[in-house]
């Protein structure tokens, strides 16, 4: 079998528009599925079908193939058949402040008005908890040491601007 070069017949195809039953692409219903695309749209579906939190999709493809929308329709239609999950809550552990405190919620639910405000039920830690302190090694000498240094610097710029308003002739 020979290949030669196409003829310019062969790279256009004529389509008679009067076997649409349409007048423009916008009076088309869209397509319930990628032409196709069925084991793909079968793996979709098995990916939302299962039940293990860490299961991942990846969807690879050209733009407008859509193949997010069909991802997102498969996993719609899982959502409306199980039942709400619980809302999550969490908050400050202050025993272990790395690992905060989860707190499940039945769904939708929302605090008393008296508890949306987080004044009305948070109090404020002391500033100076001397456990707190000692928990992170000679806080307070640090401190001092910056404070200090941050005074010596303040004392040599203002006898600078001193020395400066003597030397111009001004009066400290």
């Known amino acids: 079998m020979t290949v030669g070069p196409l003829l310019p017949q062969q790279l256009y195809r004529v389509c008679d528009c009067q076997e649409f039953d349409f007048q423009t692409t916008d009076d088309l ?19 939302a079908e299962m039940p293990h939190p860490d299961y991942h999709l990846y969807l690879l493809g050209g733009h407008g193939t859509g193949r997010h929308r069909s991802a997102f329709a498969l996993f719609e239609e899982q959502a409306r058949e199980r039942p709400t999950p619980q809302d999550w809550v969490y908050v400050h552990n202050f025993n272990t402040p790395h690992q905060p405190k989860a707190i499940a919620l039945p769904p939708g639910r929302r605090p008393p008005p008296s508890q949306r405000r987080s004044r009305d039920f948070i109090e404020a830690p002391d500033p100076v908890d001397p456990r707190r302190l000692r928990a992170g090694g000679d806080i307070r000498g640090r401190i001092q040491a910056i404070d200090e240094r941050y005074q010596k610097q303040q004392e040599k710029a203002l006898r600078g601007a001193g020395q400066g308003s003597q030397g111009a002739g001004l009066r400290p």
Do not use: H, M, S, V
């Open 29 to 47: 219903q869209p397509l319930e599925e990628i032409p196709g695309q069925g084991r793909a749209l079968e793996a979709i579906r098995f990916g």
